[in-house]
């Protein structure tokens, strides 16, 4: 009888992304909430892009890698998602256990400020 037996397939690491958040685009205002889209960087990778808030927020509920930003010391700031009972999910950087307004201090683009905010916040 002649038998064939299958050799398991080696087992692949797969790399689990982390990329830095370099910069926001706002859209309505300046908190959390108003980060429509975020530009990042991968730099093992050697890729960069830009992901919608919605996108970010998936990637990372899902657990397909994590995101952070490098604070003004040079330190990896992690960047989490919030899900608040009322309003729409957004993403924020923390430090264990604190939510923090880091990311609210990276470089921005492309603003679309409300219509009735003062000229000088435009």
């Known amino acids: 009888m002649n038998m064939t037996f299958l050799r ?3 087992h692949r690491k797969t790399r689990v992304a982390s990329v830095r958040i370099v910069a926001c685009r706002m859209a309505g205002g300046r908190d959390h909430e108003h980060i429509v ?5 991968d730099e093992e990778a050697q890729k960069s892009g830009s992901w919608t808030r919605e996108l970010v927020l998936a ?4 657990a397909k890698g994590s995101a952070y930003l490098l604070g003004d010391d ?3 700031i992690a ?8 309003g729409a999910r957004f993403i924020q950087a923390f430090e264990d256990p604190v939510w923090t307004d880091d990311l ?3 470089p921005s683009y492309g603003h679309e400020w409300p219509t009735d905010a003062p000229a000088d916040e435009r």
Request: proline content about 12%; overall charge positive.
């Open 104 to 106: 609210l201090s990276l």
């Open 59 to 62: 990637w990372l509920d899902a």
């Open 37 to 41: 889209e975020v530009r990042w960087v």
């Open 8 to 10: 398991p397939k080696p």
């Open 79 to 86: 960047i989490g998602t919030r899900h608040p009972l009322l």
């Open 74 to 76: 040079g330190r990896r």
